[in-house]
């Protein structure tokens, strides 16, 4: 079986916006604030891809919570 590989890498701009708006960075603050786990965070941060609707879901929530919505 071969590996599928469409994972998208999400903008350095994005991932900043990301870490000035976390609330934390354990799996529950994380889940709380952008719905994702720490280990997807890591990847972020690192710069690895991540699956497109996740990179969609996560520009969207970015946008929510400048346009100050609570989550």
Request: net charge positive; aromatic share 6%; hydrophobic share 40%.
């Amino acid at each position: 079986m071969q590996a599928r590989h469409n994972g998208v890498h999400l903008e350095e701009d994005m991932v900043r916006q990301m870490q000035a708006l976390a609330t934390g960075r354990t799996d529950e603050a994380l889940n709380a604030r952008f719905g994702i786990s720490y280990n997807t965070w890591r990847k972020l941060l690192a710069g690895q891809p991540i699956r497109p609707s996740l990179a969609h879901r996560l520009r969207m929530r970015v946008e929510a919570l400048k346009a100050g919505e609570q989550y």
